[in-house]
């Protein structure tokens, strides 16, 4: 409108707190190394303008405030449509009277429980930020099958305040499925900002969010079975202390679970953590050890598998999407609504029939018809830990929990969309993709 004030949507491409190179000392907003999606054509933040889709750096000035070059105040753009989200909120109105918000919709378990909720007859509503964690790509796919099924998802970040004040005055949520996070156990080491930003900071800004709400919905929250960190009993109870986590990602979920029993506590919100125990499936996490196998081998690189003390092998309690889904749902349903007395409940879902890395990965050699080329390696000291199973009987019991797919037809679900996905050489950015 040729003011001096650029007005821009600005996404991060790197988090954390320790690196920030740009703070906005009017909103309060600060990033990394940014990148502009959207600005005024006569508007520019480096010397000489930006174009959309550039990355900007803006560097610190001696003093060591941050600072804009060129434009005094940013103010980021709203971009939540509104009328879409009243849409997709309104999606299933008469057939049902719940509505669901899914936070990292554009996720592996947040793309499979949106769908699901949507095909039984829920209005559902999905958020994601569409991080850069593992190719985005794939969350956009995950997010077009939503989109083309009835279902939007907002593209916005859980620490953005102002964007879920939006949504939840549109619609008018009774219950709140927050699986978004920062995911992956060795990639903490590396980032753990991001875990802090995403997993702590992103909950409490969303349950201060739901505790201001006039009608406060009922929250299912994605926890995990890396809480159980270094226990040593078997099978994994919820019953058991959870107070010695092996990593960092496992810490940040270990406090979601404590959070959540404050906001319980202080509030009356009905909260539900599920400790969801090594997820795997079609549009799946590339940096998941199945996934990553299936590339490496059809790509005939070799595959690391991690070996404890004295060669012991790791064991996990694989669990396919659809049993995943099938709980998550159960616990929406089942769960009491807020109000004085509501309880906090925590739940495993899990197979419960655990496997070691090289029986898992010969299924997934003989579903795919190739031989892996295997290599063992000592298990590094990123905070994995050797064994998990799980104890499902409470959910069995509450829920009505009963996983039902074996390993083999997992596996075999999973390869029949892998080899269909990435046909000739599509998605070629995703097969070569390295997890951190």
Known sequence: DGSSTLEAKIIFAETGFNNF????????????????????ADAGIVQGGASPGEYVEVPKTASGMYVDRKVPTLEIAKTV??????????????????????????????????????????????????????????????????????VHVV??????????????????????LHLAAQAGVRYAVKNPGAYVHSNVAGFVTLMEVIRAQPSVPVVVFASSSSVYGTNKKTPFSEDDRTDNPASLYAATKKADEMLAHTYNNIYSISMTALRFFTVYGPYGRPDMAYFSFANNIMLDK?????????????????????DIVAGAIAALDKAAPTGKGAPFKIYNLGNTHPVNVTAFV?????????????????????????????????????????P???????????????KVYYKDGQHKEQQEYVPA
């Open 21 to 40: 190179d740009f703070f906005d000392r009017t909103s309060g907003f600060a990033c990394g190394r940014c990148v502009i999606l959207y600005m005024y």
């Open 81 to 150: 449509d509104e009328e879409k989200v009243l849409q997709s909120c309104q999606s299933h109105a008469a057939d049902s009277t719940m509505i669901v918000l899914v936070t990292g919709a554009g996720g592996f378990v947040g793309y499979h429980t949106s769908m699901a909720l949507h095909e039984r007859g829920t209005s559902v509503l999905g958020l994601d930020n569409f991080n850069d964690y593992y190719p985005p790509t794939l969350k956009r796919d995950r997010q077009l099958n939503l989109m083309e099924a009835g």
């Open 155 to 176: 593209d916005g970040d859980l620490n953005d305040q102002s964007v879920l004040e939006v949504i939840f005055s549109v619609c008018q949520f009774t219950h709140v």
């Open 302 to 322: 070799p595959i690391k598998i991690f070996q404890g003390p004295g060669g012991i092998e790791l064991g996990r309690d694989f669990t396919f999407i659809s």
């Open 362 to 402: 010969n299924t997934i050699e003989h579903h795919l018809g190739k031989k892996a080329i295997k290599k063992y390696v000592p298990m590094p000291a990123t905070g994995d830990v050797l064994f998990t199973h799980a104890d499902v009987s409470k959910a069995q019991r509450e829920l009505g929990y009963t």
């Open 404 to 418: 039902t797919t074996s390993l083999s037809e997992g596996i075999r679900q999973f390869v029949e969309w892998y």
